[in-house]
């Protein structure tokens, strides 16, 4: 049996400790181990890990704030980032992971397909990890799998495609607090018109998916259009965490369409909101043949993101050193999964 | 612009018919072209592929039956090959192009997933295509996407996967008339079981999907159960190329599963018959999250087969060499579809 991937963990916040989690569990299989664990915050620092994550016992496995220092004291093959949505913000630290030879799988939506906002950070990210023989990949449920991979590989079998539609309906009312909140689930339309003006509000990484899914195709798009609208409530809905009253925003409506000769052939709807009706994911394919594939009841975020993100680890491995988006890596799938264990767990 | 991707057709029956048309098509994007052909059957040989097509005019591409002059004396980057469903049969020929230096897309069935009941004709392809620089795939709609890859890629978001099961219904009677027959519509009952009996009726690959599926959750099976029945006609159903009598085979119900402790964990049940109700394809994962998958009126064999091999041509090319899988090679995707060429294609 070959030796367990060994992970850091960089960034310890809810999808952190979620990783965590996921990690741990999976140790069971011999085939993957958590070495590491990174946060910036000093009340952090000092922890174990499962004390972070409200458990009794010790995993030996203690939060530090020097990224740096845990890199380079602790052998590791692949870091689990999970720190911030914006590429230039988490600059830094990928280039330490990259320098310190260890792979990367991050959570940084931008980073899903990174070479259009970021044309330097980019590049100059690629020529290190390719100078250092690792690869780096930006992934999650969305960018990096329901609205970008999903919608490619809906086109696999199509010879001709002339239209791609892509729809995703979220009820954030069963999703976390944080999710309820980015998504402004509460406010008044006045407070959602201030916080759409920060440019950093609201889902992450739509136009990413769309240009990703470009590429994929090998579509030149002319002209891009992107919406963000609030999606007000026509009731009173309450969450586990707050009650969204009728007339408030319950989420958001973010839409974005890529134009060829004046026709919106590739367009991704996304409606995240409490109390959402028939929550889906579908990806609709005007080809050859015709596609409509239905994720019924979509795909639920919270445990998806965390799994798209561990389950990327063995593939950016096998990857060739570089930057990398989804469309190279090979076919995403569950990692480390053993029905044996998960039914004695699931009895236990 | 790059070079286009030089292919030669080898096998030119239906399938091979369909993929050059395919190809031609796809030809005005400068991406790919047709360069060779390749049939076995005299009368073919000397003729123009375009003569094969029931076309007018002259493509230039004729058909020749020396496999290895067309190979030597043609440049090329891939041979597409769709000869025959068994391993066996091909080997000699998928020899022939990779002692040429040519990658290989096949449609064998046997080959999408080939050391389970080839380890040695796979070792030896796979030593071949290594000491020549070259990688081989087996790929189609089933197997090769919608019974395995599509089921393994549903799995990409999920942390534990406790069972995974895959359906497909199809409907014979929309299908070409060698697919009706291959299923054994209008037969009786009693011819049903002669031909079962040959061990070569019916289904070829569905072995192959669910050890494929296994092999990406890195699940080791106790045990595979595998059926084989008629789904008989409660109707007279006509189809464009025969009548269905109410009593008679309207085509198989082939079903597999692979048990770990006794559970039927990993399920693939195929129907293909005459006058199916509600085709369909779908994945049901009972994991973390839940993912139930569904195509919504199925994808349609005869153009998706076609499809799904010009599409692994570039994905196969990007590949190390050797002998692949599907799960090898990069997410599948429509290759060389350029919208306003095919508006303008379907205007005209």
């Known amino acids: 049996m070959s030796k367990p991937i060994r992970v850091v963990q960089f960034g310890v916040g809810p999808i ?7 990690i741990l569990a999976k140790e069971a299989t011999g085939l993957i181990q958590l070495v590491g664990a990174i946060d910036v915050d000093p009340e952090k620092a000092g922890k174990d ?12 496995i203690v939060v530090r704030n020097d990224a740096d220092a845990v890199l380079s004291d602790t052998p590791a093959d692949v870091v ?20 310190r030879g260890v792979h990367v799988v991050s959570s940084t939506e931008e980073l899903s397909y990174p070479y259009d906002r970021h044309p330097e950070l980019s590049t ?3 020529g290190l990890a390719k100078h250092n023989g690792v690869a780096i990949v930006g992934t999650g449920v969305n960018p990096g799998y329901a609205m970008d991979s999903l919608a490619l590989i809906a086109t696999g079998v199509c010879s001709d495609v002339r239209e ?14 944080p999710l309820q909140k980015k998504v402004g689930a509460g406010m008044t339309i006045a407070e959602f018109a201030e916080q759409k003006k920060t440019g950093r509000f609201g889902h992450i990484g739509l136009r990413e998916s769309l240009l990703f899914v470009a590429e994929g195709l ?8 992107e919406n963000l609208d609030p999606v007000i409530s026509d009731r009173d809905v309450q969450t586990p965490f707050m009650t969204v009253a009728n007339g408030s925003v319950a989420g958001i409506h973010h839409a974005i369409a890529g134009y060829v000769d004046g026709c919106a052939i590739l367009t991704l709807d996304l409606k995240m909101y409490v109390g959402a009706r028939e929550p ?29 993100l561990v389950n990327a680890i063995p593939l950016v ?10 469309m190279d890596l090979p076919i995403p799938r569950a990692f480390a999964t053993t029905p044996t264990l998960q039914k004695k767990a699931r009895a236990a």
Do not use: Y
């Open 218 to 225: 090998g579509w030149s798009l002319d002209r891009i259009e």
């Open 49 to 60: 890990v499962t004390e972070i994550l409200g458990r009794s016992g010790r995993s030996g």
């Open 317 to 326: 491995m096998k990857s060739e050193p570089g930057l990398h988006t989804m």
């Open 164 to 177: 791609l539609h892509v729809e995703r309906v979220v009820d954030a009312g069963k999703r976390r607090l």
């Open 124 to 126: 100059e990210l690629d």
């Open 80 to 99: 689990l980032h999970t720190t911030s949505s914006f590429l230039d913000t988490v600059h830094h630290q990928l280039v330490q992971c990259v320098r």
């Open 280 to 308: 889906h994911d579908a990806v609709h394919v005007d080809g050859s043949p015709p596609i409509d594939l239905v994720v019924r009841e979509g795909i639920f975020g919270d445990t998806a993101t965390v799994a798209a």
């Open 16 to 22: 952190g400790q979620d990783c965590i989690r996921t």
